[in-house]
């Protein structure tokens, strides 16, 4: 099992260490890491992933979220992938920010990822299969569909 914790690293590896010796380890072989180590661990498959904190992978343009994508096998077919549990108490403001949210929505709706997340745009597909499904987005604004305003400083916002 795999858990992503966010840092600093002294607390939060230590509170899942600790937790994980309370409750029992399951006689199971557990990896507690933060997010700015996922690079050590992509190579590795996984039976469970837990994503502490998983708001940490609301930007689908970094490399946060490129090494997310490979290690928890986003792109694989449900019964390939691990199972993971995403955690956050970090409400998003916009569907668009959950993204890593995408293999759950297709295994429930029992869609191929395919239709969820495409490396390139994942934004957009998500956007698209969030719609096609009946989750409306905003046409504009901040955190709307449309690119623009979300680069621009919240000020300058009409």
């Given at each position: 099992m795999l858990v992503v914790a966010d840092r600093p690293a002294a607390i939060t590896i230590g509170h899942w260490c600790r937790t994980i010796t309370?409750?029992?380890d399951?006689?199971?072989e557990w990896v507690v890491?933060?997010?700015?180590?996922l690079a050590k661990v992509r190579d590795h498959t996984w039976d469970v992933i837990i994503?502490?904190?998983?708001h940490a992978l609301r930007r689908t343009t970094t490399k946060r979220w490129k090494l997310w994508v490979k290690t928890s096998g986003?792109?694989?077919?449900?019964?390939k992938a691990p199972f993971v549990i995403a955690t956050t108490a970090t409400p998003g403001h916009t569907p668009l920010e959950l993204p890593y949210l995408a293999p759950a929505f297709a295994q429930v709706l029992e869609e191929p990822i395919s239709d969820w997340f495409a490396a390139r745009q994942p934004g957009a597909v998500f956007a698209s299969a969030l719609e096609r499904n009946g989750i409306g987005l905003e046409p504009g604004g901040r955190y709307g569909?449309?690119?623009g305003p979300r680069t621009r400083p919240v000020g300058q916002l009409t």
């Amino acid at each position: 099992m795999l858990v992503v914790a966010d840092r600093p690293a002294a607390i939060t590896i230590g509170h899942w260490c600790r937790t994980i010796t309370a409750l029992g380890d399951g006689g199971l072989e557990w990896v507690v890491i933060t997010w700015d180590r996922l690079a050590k661990v992509r190579d590795h498959t996984w039976d469970v992933i837990i994503a502490d904190e998983a708001h940490a992978l609301r930007r689908t343009t970094t490399k946060r979220w490129k090494l997310w994508v490979k290690t928890s096998g986003m792109t694989k077919a449900h019964d390939k992938a691990p199972f993971v549990i995403a955690t956050t108490a970090t409400p998003g403001h916009t569907p668009l920010e959950l993204p890593y949210l995408a293999p759950a929505f297709a295994q429930v709706l029992e869609e191929p990822i395919s239709d969820w997340f495409a490396a390139r745009q994942p934004g957009a597909v998500f956007a698209s299969a969030l719609e096609r499904n009946g989750i409306g987005l905003e046409p504009g604004g901040r955190y709307g569909t449309d690119p623009g305003p979300r680069t621009r400083p919240v000020g300058q916002l009409t």
